[in-house]
């Protein structure tokens, strides 16, 4: 049996505004406002700043997008 541990590294909260109007959040099937959101590893790290677009109520990450669908940033 192999067992595999998924460890993240802590991270810092950078940015977080609102991101447009309300939507349909896929999660809640609800509509909901969704707040635009950086974090950034706290400390040295090969990673930079992640981004996200989070439901303010149920706080999933990318729950506007309908299932199947993700996002891609453009740097």
């Known amino acids: 049996m192999t067992v595999h541990i998924l460890w993240t590294e802590p991270q810092k909260e950078v940015v977080r505004k609102q991101d447009g109007d309300e939507r349909w959040c896929f999660c809640c099937r609800k509509r909901r ?38 996002r891609e940033w453009e740097d």
């Open 33 to 70: 406002v969704f707040e635009y959101v950086v974090l950034s590893p706290i400390g040295m790290s090969y990673y930079g700043p992640t981004r996200q677009i989070e439901c303010t109520v149920c706080k999933t990450m990318d729950g506007d997008l309908f299932p199947g669908q993700y």
